[in-house]
């Protein structure tokens, strides 16, 4: 079945640093791809996504590219600040006749320290 | 406040009794999944509703149900509870049956369950 994987965490960073958390896919179609934050005690927001092989999501200074021939969508950022501090979904929708529910990935927790 | 409201937001109860979990969508959107996250089991997907029918099941055990009024709120009910069924129980809504089209969905806050 379809299924998202990532880095394991935690990931810890000191501020300013660079991120990349990697994201692979399995999938029998052709899906599109969501990355989404969870901060403490909250739900999860959409960070940003794609829908099409190329296409390149932005928001917030992370970005992220729909990598087909390698199934990717790794996550990334220039500077990460302490208010970055959260957890990362990548996540992927197959839609079909059987339905289109968000598949997630096991999450990364991201920590930066000042 | 992304639009979709769920409560309770916190939930203790004991094993072997029932809870009803609800959620109201954003305005304008006719579907509603519902998503279970737990330590082990991550972010696994339950059910959709789509303008009151069911439209798709995921891991949902045959304890919990879930059904979506024609006002569009749903509500998970789960039954015969289980220490195992503590776990941040989420909706989220969509304005139509293709969310990899716009936005994905969005998310409410969250009821957690704990089981005693």
């Known amino acids: 079945g379809d299924s998202v994987t990532q880095m394991e965490g935690p990931v810890t960073l000191s501020e300013e640093a660079c991120l990349t958390i990697n994201c692979t896919y399995t999938a029998t179609g052709y899906p599109s791809l969501f990355w989404y934050v969870q901060y403490p005690g909250e739900g999860l927001q959409l960070l940003l996504k794609?829908?099409?092989?190329?296409d390149k999501g932005s928001n917030k200074g992370f970005e992220a590219t729909y990598r087909k021939e390698t199934t990717s969508f790794h996550l990334e950022k220039g500077s990460v600040q302490v208010s970055d501090s959260a957890v990362y979904f990548c996540?992927?929708?197959?839609?079909?006749?059987?339905?289109?529910?968000?598949?997630f990935g096991g999450g990364t927790r991201l920590m930066v320290k000042p | 406040d992304s639009g979709v409201t769920q409560t309770p937001k916190h939930l203790i109860t004991a094993t072997g009794q029932r809870v009803t979990l609800r959620c109201s969508p954003r305005?304008?959107?006719?579907?509603v999944y519902w998503y279970q996250q737990s330590l082990d089991q991550g972010l696994q997907f339950l059910i959709q509703y789509y303008n009151g029918e069911e439209r798709a099941k995921g891991n949902i055990l045959e304890r919990f149900s879930a059904q979506q009024f024609p006002d569009l709120h749903s509500e998970l009910n789960l039954s015969s509870l289980e220490l195992g069924d503590s776990a941040l129980y989420f909706c989220?809504?969509?304005?139509?049956?293709?969310?990899?089209?716009?936005?994905?969905?969005?998310f409410g806050s969250g009821t957690r369950l704990t089981v005693v």
């Open positions: 794609a829908t099409k092989a190329d």
């Open positions: 305005s304008g959107d006719l579907s």
């Open positions: 989220a809504s969509s304005v139509d049956l293709r969310p990899d089209r716009g936005g994905g969905y969005t």
């Open positions: 996540a992927l929708i197959l839609n079909n006749n059987a339905g289109n529910m968000l598949t």
